[in-house]
């Protein structure tokens, strides 16, 4: 089974003006409660979701990323943005674990074809399935 690879993504997510400014502000990786698989949690983890969804999009396979490779791009985002990987309660293998969820819940929403009404959310999704809806 081929793996979706990743490598490098780090770069693509500290380009990402929302991502760098959460870290530079102090906040966590994911923004609060990144335990929740739902779409304004995707919305709000846009900026980390998206470089994935595109990784994944060029996969012939589809698969979601895995831990162990999340995990090295998140502790590089970290110190990239000169945050220690122990200052802050930064839990990398939950984040990862996380990110990982969410990415296998946009793909099931792409798969499923599965729009929400929102405005704001229809817009997310509507994006998703056209940078990744050959997902199905």
């Keep these: 089974m ?7 993504v780090a770069t ?3 380009a990402c003006e929302a991502v760098r400014e959460r870290l530079r ?17 995707c919305v709000s983890n846009s900026g980390l979701l998206g470089a ?22 998140l502790v590089a985002l970290l110190e990239k943005n000169k945050r220690g990987v122990d200052v802050g309660g930064v839990d990398v293998p939950d984040a990862a674990r ?3 969820k969410l990415c296998g819940f946009c793909k099931m929403k792409v798969r499923r074809k599965e729009v929400s009404t929102a405005p704001r959310l229809q817009t997310f999704i509507g994006e998703l399935i056209v940078v990744v809806g050959f997902l199905v």
Excluded: C, F, H
């Excluded at 081929?2 to 490098?8: A, K, L, Q, S, V």
């Design 25 to 41: 502000s102090g906040g966590g990786l994911l923004s609060p409660n990144p335990a929740s698989q739902d779409i304004s949690t």
């Design 52 to 73: 994935l969804l595109s990784r994944m999009a060029s996969n012939p396979e589809r698969t979601v990323p895995i831990i162990d490779a999340l995990k090295d791009e």
């Design 12 to 14: 693509e997510w500290d």
């Design 2 to 8: 081929g793996y979706t690879n990743i490598e490098d």
């Design 98 to 100: 996380a990110l990982r």
